[in-house]
């Protein structure tokens, strides 16, 4: 072998440490910028037809359009969204699995369920905040108020023998009673039901005087007239319910509930991907279809980015676990 040869040798193996270093990066560079080429999973962690579900297959249609390749949704239900939650946390962080967090497992499961083999805000990265969904406090036949002063009044002269229906233990539709009960200082019994509907038959047919749930699951029986909207959970009051105050300016001065939906990943998700995800989501909400249509579940687009979704999670789990701990909340 000639000394130019053994020169020329050296250099290349040499170079070939670094080469192989450098390939992955490459690989996830290029990968990045050609993302997404095929479909894309967009689990839910409950049942079709759900505000969870119905929000996730409004943004799916739209993102489809905007990004060129199908997004599927998928329902993943059980153990109160941990079964989704885990199944997105141990998926490839390549942009082609996503979750639609919301509030129970993203912010409150971890004080409900203490042997959680998973925290989701340490595993799961956030993208961007989609929709913001107030809730409806509604009284039945079985309680004479008409107004929600009137209702805590009613609670607070039944001396514990008073009881509120909910979706499920932790729900959104639980807390958000839960911390009216505890702002009023009134005792209350929890009776959580699987699901809203069969816990509102319940309220409809005055076995249960009061609920807190969301709007499309109550709108028709509202309208109806076989419940009373007493308030809503938001901080301004609802379009579709323009007479019906906030909690906050008929009883309870401060008091804030909302159900919300964002879109996380596996953590580890290439910058690129995600801006590219967070903008992707950022053009859909701003089609007037996509604004009517979360509308129509009571909801209305966020446009809150990945950083500042992070922070707003950290205050509910904050927020949300104090409630649970104050209020004794358990998961029976």
Request: no cysteine; net charge positive.
């Amino acid at each position: 072998m000639t000394m130019l040869h053994r020169r020329t040798l050296l250099r290349a193996l040499a170079g070939a440490p670094a080469a192989g270093l450098l390939a992955p990066a490459i690989a996830r560079a290029q990968s990045a910028g050609a993302w997404p080429t095929r479909p894309i999973r967009l689990l839910v962690a409950y049942a079709p037809g759900g505000g969870t579900d119905n929000v996730a297959r409004v943004l799916a249609a739209q993102l489809q359009s905007v990004l060129g390749q199908a997004v599927v949704v998928e329902n993943k239900p059980g153990a109160g969204g941990n079964i989704a939650t885990e199944a997105v946390a141990q998926a490839r962080p390549d942009g082609y699995t996503l979750l639609v967090g919301n509030q129970g497992p993203m912010t409150v499961n971890q004080s409900l369920f203490p042997s959680l083999r998973i925290d989701p805000l340490r595993v799961l990265e956030p993208v961007a905040l989609v929709a913001d969904a107030p809730l409806v406090a509604v009284a039945g036949p079985g309680s004479k108020a008409r107004d929600l002063r009137a209702l805590l009044e009613e609670a607070r002269a039944a001396r514990g023998h008073f009881s509120y229906a909910s979706a499920s233990n932790g729900s959104a539709s639980h807390l958000a009673a839960a911390l009216m009960f505890q702002m009023a200082g009134v005792e209350a019994e929890h009776l959580p039901f699987r699901g809203a509907g069969p816990a509102l038959n319940d309220v409809v047919a005055g076995h249960i005087p009061f609920m807190v749930t969301t709007l499309p699951s109550v709108a028709g029986l509202i309208q109806g007239e076989m419940v009373r909207a007493l308030a809503v959970t938001g901080t301004a009051r609802l379009a579709a319910l323009p007479e019906v105050p906030t909690v906050a300016e008929s009883a309870l001065p401060g008091y804030q509930a909302s159900a919300w939906y964002g879109i996380v990943a596996p953590r580890g998700l290439p910058a690129p991907i995600r801006a590219r995800l967070e903008s992707a989501i950022a053009d859909s909400l701003q089609v007037p279809d996509v604004s009517r249509r979360l509308a129509e579940e009571g909801a209305v687009p966020a446009r809150m980015g990945a950083e500042p979704f992070a922070r707003f999670m950290a205050e509910e789990r904050t927020r949300w676990s104090k409630l649970v701990a104050e209020a004794n909340i358990r998961v029976d």
